[in-house]
C-alpha cells in the first residue's frame, strides 16, 4: 500500500482530478490530504463533493487547513470577513452561493469532521501548517496553531545543514517526529514549484492557488506527481493574486 500525500488545492479541482490519475490512484492507497480544499479557483463546491464521493471508494484522511475552518465558520454564521473574502473566500462564496441548503450543510459536516492532525505508525505526522510546543503536538495549547502556524517551516528552511541531530542547539520540535509533511505556506516564495524538504520537514504545498502546480508525494519512494500550472486550468479565472 502506498502512502500518498497531497498538497493545498484551493478549489482547483481540475489539477487534482489530473494529478490523481497521473499518480494513478488506487483504493489500496492512503491518500492523506493537507488541507486547504477551498478559496482559490471557482470549483469549491465541486471539490467538496469530489472528495466525499473519494472517500466513499478510497481510504483518505482528510486534514484541516485555515481556509477550510474560515470557510465553515461562513457557512454557519454568514458574516462578513473581509479579509478572507480577499484572499480566496470571494471565489467559495460565489460557488456556495450556487447551491442548496442541503448542500451546505453536508459540506458543513465534511468540514467538522477534519482532523487536526494525522501522526502515522512510523512515527510521521501530517498536518496542514505546524505546531509550536516543544513536546510535540499532544501538548500543544491551541488548536488553531495546527493550521495557521508558519514557524515550523520558517525553522526549518533557517536551520543549519551542518548541526547534527544530537547537538543541543539542534530544534527539539524536529527531532520528536521522523518526518513531518505540511502545505499552508506555498513553496514559491522561496522560488520553488516542487516540494521542498528541509531538515526532516516536507512542505509540499507547491502554490495551486497562485502560479504553481498541485502535487503529490509518495512519502515512502518520494516520487512527485505534478498537475499542470493551475492557472493554465482556468484561464478566465484569477485564483489568489
Excluded at 460565489?94 to 459540506?107: A, F, L, Q
Excluded at 505540511?182 to 512542505?203: C, D, E
Excluded at 506527481?225 to 493574486?241: A, F
Aim: aromatic share 12%.
Amino acid at each position: 500500500m502506498r502512502k500518498l500525500v497531497i498538497g493545498d488545492i484551493h478549489s482547483g479541482l481540475k489539477a487534482l482530478e489530473q494529478v490523481l490519475d497521473k499518480a494513478k490512484i488506487t483504493p489500496d492507497d492512503h491518500l492523506v490530504f493537507l488541507g486547504d480544499y477551498v478559496d482559490g479557483w471557482s470549483q469549491a463546491v465541486e471539490t467538496i463533493n469530489f472528495l466525499i464521493a473519494l472517500k466513499a471508494t478510497h481510504n483518505c484522511t482528510f486534514l484541516r487547513g485555515n481556509h477550510d475552518e474560515l470557510c465553515k465558520s461562513w457557512l454557519i454564521d454568514g458574516k462578513d470577513n473581509s479579509v478572507w473574502f480577499q484572499h480566496g473566500g470571494e471565489a467559495t462564496i460565489n460557488s456556495y452561493n450556487k447551491v442548496d441548503e442541503y448542500t451546505k450543510k453536508i459540506h458543513i459536516d465534511f468540514y467538522n469532521q477534519l482532523e487536526n492532525y494525522h501522526l502515522d505508525s512510523e512515527n510521521r505526522l501530517f498536518l496542514h501548517a505546524g505546531f509550536t510546543n516543544l513536546k510535540g503536538i499532544d501538548y500543544e495549547y491551541f488548536s488553531k496553531i495546527f493550521y495557521w502556524d508558519r514557524t515550523l517551516w520558517e525553522l526549518a528552511l533557517s536551520l543549519n545543514p551542518k548541526l547534527s541531530k544530537d547537538d543541543e542547539l539542534y530544534p527539539k520540535r524536529l527531532t520528536l517526529y521522523s518526518e513531518i509533511y505540511i502545505g499552508h505556506t506555498p513553496v514559491t516564495r522561496i522560488g520553488k514549484t516542487t516540494p521542498q524538504s528541509a531538515a526532516n520537514v516536507w512542505n509540499i504545498d507547491t502554490g495551486a492557488a497562485f502560479k504553481g502546480p498541485l502535487s503529490v508525494v509518495d512519502v515512502i519512494t518520494k516520487q512527485v506527481w505534478q498537475s499542470d500550472p493551475v492557472y493554465t486550468l482556468y484561464p478566465d479565472e484569477n485564483g489568489r493574486n
